[in-house]
């Protein structure tokens, strides 16, 4: 058990290193890949033993709950699929000049940082270490994102890390008076582990306890890309290398939003459902309303993937605020399904613009005729997004809104329903051009490199068979679910 | 006369803290700015380092001795060099609000700092805890300056001084988080600000100048 948790962590550390002292080649670059399905496999290993009780590692510094293992399905199911599409994309790079060797082992090496900091922050046992390792994901991509060393890459970084350190700082201190609180109500040196954390909510001080969940909130929310620290994230992802932002979009927002799920399940405790309810309604709906009216003005193939992640975090923000057991496990495949069909849809967009040199979503049109799995994969991962069954966000969403009802929100339901409708339009509107419009009759073939070639099939094999058929993972789902805090 | 107690001591470094945080509002050239944030990082260190005497706890004192190195010398070092290697214009050139509105802003935002800390205070009124309004105000005057400062550097301070108000509300709430936490934050900290730094160098090499009005290309 022990050695399963500590794998994840250690793989791509041990992959990052390696990258960073041989260089990117061959077996460093297949190393992350190779690290990353470690990942999945550790996941998917503890899934199946079951996880129904909290297994806590070396020194309670880690814990295998079915949260944890959830998320470490999500982090090795996006890490293959992006790390795997990472080969190709810089082997396109290095060809066309737009990169050196050395920075792609800067690269190399700052994804499998990532990898591990990530996934640091899904296994860790205590509130603190998890905020360290948020924090240290936005330190390795930073360089990430300004990949690319022109302008717009390095104010899409100068933003990307203020705003994120700011954001997270402010966990920091809401960790940090969560802290006071349960040192009070007798937590000791240990107070900061969540099983410590869990046993005192009832005794946590209320109004110390409320500053603090609204610190959390806003902070890792800035992470997760709810408002109101927004606004890095469509900067982040247009100007990060296309599988870092499969990566971010998946991974990073999903990760950061996980961590909130547990403080919910403490603060829900200590203050009543209440108190978090309210706050993630509000920024859940008000992230759908921006992220919405910014998806119908986009013209960038790249900000609009990024929007309509920020409106999928806004939908799990509401799933998270209805809390019953239906809503919170249809959030968790919710995040599963998104992470693998926005790595494919990226990797999709790396692609195009490497073919046109651009990211003007008018310069794509009739793809399907150009590249037949590129138009393929697009054509599911925005069926996926656009919730068509049988894709399981059809699924989820279908659950997410009866959780709603459920939960008395159904006032909450109608809100977002709007929103929901303009985005559906406006990405169904942009896709049917890009897919099937007239393709420019001087518009060549896109070759595709074999590598991603493999990335965009995993990718749409793994959405299709999660979309006929998540019953492996509806108990681990459930599971975590309950553990959450979800009744009913 | 009676030598001052381990509770004026507290309150003179929380006071320090505020200090400087209200003088790096009302300085304008970076360079007296930086060296303003290394007198905050001396006063932070302060704060275990009383507490450390007071409870004859070594550990806190050496956290005292790392907080000095870290917050008073290697980050401003950092930021200095930053400072140093720009052209002639080390001022922040276009404020938001002139330095008399500001230095107002700063007086209610400190008000407003010991209205939300009150709950702090009452769960444990001890000589420390009095002292969190002060770290409070901290924190939001650091906030207030990243928002009205246009210049890259002046941010980079803002979040520095962001960071010390925390870290003095954790010091004085808690004796400071658990060490394994403390070191990573720390260690966080240092790489965010070796980043803004290989930034800001590379801003000045394209833009000429690290004003953030210029920083306008991504937009929707």
Redesign the interface.
């Known amino acids: 058990m022990t050695t399963l948790l500590l794998l994840p962590v250690l793989a791509p550390s041990v992959a990052a290193a390696l990258t960073a002292l041989l260089g990117w080649r061959p077996v460093t670059a297949w190393g992350i890949v190779l690290a990353a399905a470690c990942e999945l496999a550790c996941g998917i290993i503890l899934g199946v033993r079951g996880v129904s009780h909290p297994y806590l590692g070396p020194g309670h510094l880690l814990r295998a709950d079915a949260l944890s293992v959830t998320m470490l399905i999500v982090v090795g199911s996006v890490g293959v699929l992006t790390s795997w599409a990472s080969i190709g994309y810089l082997a396109t790079e290095l060809d066309r000049g737009h990169t050196t060797a050395g920075g792609a082992t800067q690269y190399g090496a700052l994804f499998a940082t990532f990898l591990a900091a990530v996934t640091l922050a899904v296994l860790a046992n205590n509130l603190g270490i998890v905020w360290v390792a948020i924090e240290a994901t936005t330190v390795a991509t930073a360089f990430l994102v300004g990949h690319r060393r022109t302008r717009a890459a390095l104010e899409a970084t100068w933003k990307y890390v203020i705003i994120c350190s700011t954001g997270i700082s402010l966990a920091f201190l809401g960790t940090v008076l969560l802290y006071f609180a349960s040192r009070h109500a007798g937590g000791g040196a240990s107070a900061l582990d969540f099983d410590v954390l869990l046993a005192n909510a009832g005794g946590l001080d209320p109004a110390v306890t409320r500053m603090a969940a609204g610190l959390l909130l806003i902070g890792y929310g800035a992470k997760a890309g709810l408002v109101p620290f927004h606004t890095w994230l469509a900067d982040a992802h247009s100007q990060a290398p296309a599988p870092v932002s499969g990566l971010m979009s998946g991974v990073l927002l999903a990760v950061a939003f996980a961590s909130l799920l547990r403080v919910k399940a403490i603060v829900d405790i200590a203050l009543g459902p209440g108190f978090l309810r309210h706050g993630l309604l509000v920024v859940g709906l008000l992230t759908l309303l921006v992220s919405s009216g910014l998806l119908v003005v986009q013209r960038d193939l790249k900000r609009m993937l990024a929007y309509s992640s920020m409106e999928n975090m806004g939908i799990i923000a509401i799933a998270a605020a209805a809390g019953t057991q239906l809503a919170i496990a249809a959030l968790l495949l919710h995040v599963l399904a998104h992470g693998i069909a926005k790595s494919v849809l990226f990797i999709c967009s790396g692609q195009l613009q490497a073919a046109h040199d651009s990211t003007a979503i008018e310069e794509f049109t009739g793809i399907v005729t150009r590249s037949r799995l590129l138009g393929t994969s697009f054509a599911v991962g925005v069926f996926v997004l656009l919730g068509f069954p049988p894709f399981a966000m059809f699924a989820s969403e279908l659950s997410i809104a009866r959780g709603l009802v459920d939960a008395h929100l159904a006032w909450a339901l109608g809100l977002a329903l709007l929103p929901m409708l303009v985005a559906f339009a406006a990405l169904a509107h942009n896709a049917s051009r890009i897919l099937l419009g007239p393709a420019d009759p001087q518009s060549r073939q896109i070759a595709l490199p074999a590598t991603i070639r493999g990335a965009l099939t995993a990718g749409v094999l793994a959405s299709v068979a999660l979309g006929v058929s998540a019953q492996p993972l509806t108990h681990l789902f459930r599971t975590a679910a309950t553990l959450l805090g979800g009744d009913g | 006369m009676t030598p001052p107690s381990y509770a004026d001591l507290l309150a003179l470094a929380a006071g320090g803290l505020l200090l400087a945080a209200v003088g790096i509002v009302w300085r304008r050239e970076l360079r007296s700015m930086v060296q303003l944030l290394a007198w905050q990082g001396l006063a932070l260190a302060a704060l275990p380092i009383v507490e450390g005497l007071h409870q004859r706890d070594g550990a806190l004192l050496a956290i005292g001795a790392g907080v000095v190195g870290l917050r008073m010398g290697l980050l401003p070092w950092l930021l200095g060099r930053a400072v140093g290697s720009q052209g002639m214009d080390r001022r922040e050139s276009t404020p938001v609000l002139n330095t008399t509105a500001s230095l107002l802003s700063v007086a209610v935002l400190t008000v407003m700092a010991f209205a ?1 800390s009150q ?2 205070v ?3 009124p001890t000589a420390a805890t009095r002292a969190v309004p002060a770290a409070f105000a901290v ?1 939001l005057i650091a ?1 207030f300056v ?1 928002v009205v400062r246009r210049r ?1 550097l002046s ?2 301070i803002g ?1 520095l001084m ?2 010390n108000g ?1 870290a003095a ?2 010091f004085l ?2 004796a400071g ?2 060490t ?2 403390e070191l ?2 720390s ?2 900290v240092l ?2 600000v070796l ?2 730094g290989v ?1 800001t160098g ?2 000045r090499h ?2 000429g100048d690290t004003d ?1 009005d210029q ?4 937009r ?1």
């Open positions: 939300i709950p702090l009452d769960l444990e924190i906030i990243m890259a941010q980079a979040f962001l960071d925390i509300v954790a709430t808690t988080v658990p394994i936490v990573g934050a260690l966080d790489f965010a980043i803004l930034l590379r801003v394209l833009y953030l920083l306008r290309e991504l929707d």
